[in-house]
């Protein structure tokens, strides 16, 4: 079994910063791309940012460079580095990664609560 648990949510205020972090657990020997995707009630969940296996990074153009995702290979670990929260910010954030089982299958975590709020 394998599980994804994001953490570092939380309320901050507008300008200000977080740094989300997945962690990856379980029968995970390989894996492939990780994304950080995020949503709001009523509204498709939408991808941020994606990053490979060997660290090429994709983002969503309306990020405009806040964010900055990564990732530890060795610990099975992504990151969203959030810098110049808005309010429209305010999502659940979701990680994904892409694991090798009999065949290549996209896992989710459970989400954590972004509220950017003053």
């Known amino acids: 079994q394998v599980q994804l648990v994001e953490s570092g949510g939380g309320l901050v205020q507008p300008g200000g910063s977080l740094r989300l972090s997945c962690t990856a657990s379980g029968r995970v020997d390989l894996i492939y791309a990780m994304s950080w995707y995020r949503q709001t009630p009523g509204k498709e969940r939408e991808l941020l940012a994606e990053?490979?296996?060997?660290?090429?990074?994709n983002y969503a153009d309306s990020l405009k460079g806040r964010f900055t995702i990564s990732r530890d290979n060795a610990k099975n670990m992504l990151y969203l580095q959030m810098n110049s929260l808005k309010p429209e910010d305010t999502a659940v954030y979701y990680c994904?990664?892409?694991?090798?089982?009999?065949?290549?299958?996209?896992?989710w975590g459970q989400g954590t609560q972004v509220t950017v709020s003053s």
């Open positions: 994904n990664a892409d694991i090798q089982r009999l065949a290549i299958v996209s896992f």
């Open positions: 990053i490979s296996s060997g660290g090429d990074t």
